[in-house]
Each structure stands twice: as C-alpha cells, then as structure tokens.
C-alpha cells in the first residue's frame, strides 16, 4: 500500500512538474514575444498584427510584394521623425545615392534643402541644365511637373525632378526678391548628364599682387584630391592672397571639408564641433599641412553656401579672423552618417548638430557676412559679380 501511494505522489509530482513547466515556457515565450515586439513602447506586434490581417484578407494576394512593404514601413517609421534629412533608401536608391556623391548622375543639378518647412534650392551646380534655365539659390519649388509636391520629402521631390538625359521636368517655383511680391514661375529643364564639379582657380592679377580665386563647387568624394592638384599649383605661384569662394556650395562630405580646413589652419586648431543626443562633444582638429595659413584670406559665400562650407567659413572666422563677403548662408547645422545595411539598403541618420569652434550653432540661422552684398538676377543675368568685386577690394587692403 505504502509503494502505491507513493508510485501515485510520484506519477502527480511528474504531472504537476510536466504541467508546470509547459506553462512556465508558455509564459517566458509570452513574456519574450511581448519584450521583443514592445520596444520601449514602440509596438511591433502592432505591425505584425497588421501584416497578419493582410496576408490572410487581402482581396488581391497577387498584389502582395513582402519586400516592398517591408521597405515600406521602414521608410513610414523614419519619416515619423519629422526630419528632412534622416533617410532610409531601399537597395536602388542606396546604389543612386552613391552615384550621387561620388560626383554623377542624371538630372538638373540642383541641390535643394529644406528651410521653414519649405523645399528650397540651396544652390544650381555650376554648368548644368538647372542653372542654365535660370534657376537661383533660394528658389521655393512647389510643383513638378504641375503636382503639389507638399506632403513629399525631399528624396521623393528628388526623385520626380531626375530621369533620363534628354527628357524634360518642369518646375513651379516661387521667387522672393528684395523689396518685391514674390514671383512665381514654371520653369522647363531638359535633364542631362549631371557630373558634379569640384574645384576650380584663377589668377586675379591687380596692382602688382597676385589674388588667387579659387572656387570650392561641392565636398564630393573626389574634392580632396582635386583640391590638392590646385592647392600645390597656387604654392608654386607664391600668391598674395586667397579669394575663397563656397558660394552655391551646396556642402557634402564632412570629412573632406575637415581636410581641407587644414590647409588653412594650424595644426590643432578646432574646425568644428559635434554634440550628440546625449550632449557628449567631439572637436574636429586640422590636422594638414597648413599651407595657406599665413595668406590673407576672404571667403564668399550666399544662400546657396549650406552645411559643409558653412562648416569651412564658420573655421575661417573663428579660428582667422577671415572677412566674410556676400549673403547670409543657408544654415544647415545638422550633421549625417551613413549606416550600410546588410541587404544593400542604407539609411542616412541625423546624428549631431554641429557648431563652430566659437560654439555658435548655425541652424536654420545660417553666418552672417561681414560685408553684406547682393548679387541680383540682373547682376548675374548680365555677368556682373559685384560679390568678387568687393573681395578683391577687400584682400587688396591686407
């Protein structure tokens, strides 16, 4: 009697461990699937339930494209951000974004930018169909192709606005100009091969002293180089000065404007500096061969100058003293990395804000001239720059 009992307490406790430890996992695995899809509030399990309702109700199963919509939604939880220039990029837009910046692709050649909620130009690159058909820094667009483009983001504007060379896109703009109602315009550009120009100088020759104008047009992947070709050019000529001109320089990669900076700032001297989301700071130093650090330098710049030669002025005038000629700039005082992902996609993040080594952040504030100066659409219409004149003047004092 006493073996039975105690062969039924056994058979019992096996049951109850049994019992108990299948529904022990189902809670861990419930616990784990409500921890993995409630991140911090965000709740994915939300989304799967969506996806769930789709697969198994929606009336066109065809139509189902898994990768599109997961492309899809990653893309909506990005632009819920709110910031213009955090982006993500499917495989094919990763690929032309590439293109992009290493310095070709089809298009107009316009570089634009958001600023108060508008889509503005910050600046037609220099040669192409864009600046051909007249389009200025500081231009709204607000149509293309006759469609609002109010409720797009500045990637998908970009996208309608390029195509094939030798088709043609329209663009309605609206035009603000100094003591006028605002002008609005439809202006037809037939896109073309875009290749993005980098550098480019010339000797200005003037009461026996030789000014070097020398253009910085975009920070490209291939600025660096081209810029040390002109850089060991000028040191041969042994010149009096350097008109540096960053206007419509729409910016680019950060690390070559860093470079760069060190050929005009000592080595040590802080070009900028980052703060993150937990206000931890990180100083960019020059770290170059300081080669123009004892010219006189004036830096040009408009409404089309934008983050990265923003960056490169903010140095200039902080770290030099350098007089700053022409229109305030267009102020984008954010900083952006790219992260690759492993499928060929990639997502371009707002990471810092960066300021100048005074500590001035220039977000959506832009700098502000020394000199101010207006180049009108008259001026550039009939050549005039009366920008370069005034900093030629203006070098020739030092």
């Known amino acids: 009697m006493k073996n039975e009992t105690k062969n039924i307490i056994c058979i019992i406790l096996v049951g109850l461990a049994f019992f108990g430890g299948y529904y022990f996992n189902a809670y861990i695995h419930k616990a784990s699937y409500e921890r993995a899809f409630d991140l911090d509030g965000m709740k994915l399990s939300t989304l799967k339930d969506v996806y769930d309702k789709i697969i198994f109700n929606f009336?066109?199963?065809?139509?189902?494209?898994?990768?599109?919509?997961?492309?899809?939604?990653?893309?909506?939880?990005?632009?819920?951000?709110?910031?213009?220039?955090?982006?993500?990029?499917?495989?094919?837009?990763?690929?032309?974004f590439q293109e992009d910046i290493s310095g070709t692709f089809e298009g107009i050649g316009a570089q634009l930018g958001m600023k108060n909620n508008q889509l503005k130009v910050i600046a037609p690159l220099k040669g192409t169909p864009a600046e051909k058909a007249g389009i200025l820094s500081g231009?709204?667009?607000?149509?293309?192709?006759?469609?609002?483009i109010i409720d797009l983001s500045i990637d998908q504007v970009i996208s309608k606005i390029k195509g094939p060379r030798g088709t043609k896109v329209t663009l309605t703009i609206v035009r603000i100009k100094k003591d006028q109602a605002p002008e609005t315009k439809k202006i037809e550009i037939i896109r073309d091969i875009i290749k993005v120009p980098t550098i480019e100088w010339k000797?200005?020759?003037?009461?026996?002293?030789?000014?070097?104008?020398?253009?910085?047009?975009?920070?490209?992947?291939?600025?660096?180089?081209?810029?040390?070709?002109?850089g060991y050019e000028i040191i041969a000529i042994n010149p009096d000065g350097i008109i540096l001109d960053l206007r419509n320089n729409p910016g680019g990669l950060l690390d070559k404007t860093v470079d760069i900076a060190g050929w005009f700032l000592e080595k040590g001297e802080i070009v900028l500096k980052e703060q993150n989301k937990n206000l931890d700071e990180n100083s960019y130093k020059a770290n170059g061969t300081a080669s123009f650090v004892n010219l006189p330098i004036v830096v040009l710049i408009n409404k089309g100058t934008a983050s990265a030669s923003e960056i490169l002025t903010g140095a200039l005038k902080d770290n030099r003293g350098s007089l700053i000629i022409g229109e305030t700039s267009f102020g984008k005082g954010l900083v952006q990395r790219v992260v690759t992902l492993d499928d060929g996609s990639s997502l371009k993040i707002t990471t810092a804000k960066w300021y100048t080594p005074n500590g001035t952040l220039i977000q959506d504030t832009g700098i502000k001239p020394d000199i101010e100066v207006e180049l009108t659409e008259e001026d550039y219409n009939n050549d005039r720059d009366p920008q370069l004149d005034r900093a030629l003047e203006e070098i020739l004092k030092q």
């Open 203 to 230: 000797i200005i020759e003037n009461n026996e002293k030789k000014i070097i104008h020398l253009t910085i047009y975009h920070f490209s992947e291939t600025v660096l180089d081209d810029f040390k070709k002109a």
């Open 139 to 148: 231009d709204t667009i607000v149509e293309v192709d006759g469609e609002s």
């Open 59 to 96: 009336v066109d199963p065809e139509k189902i494209d898994k990768e599109k919509m997961t492309y899809g939604a990653i893309s909506g939880m990005v632009k819920a951000l709110g910031d213009p220039y955090t982006v993500f990029y499917n495989p094919e837009e990763a690929r032309k």
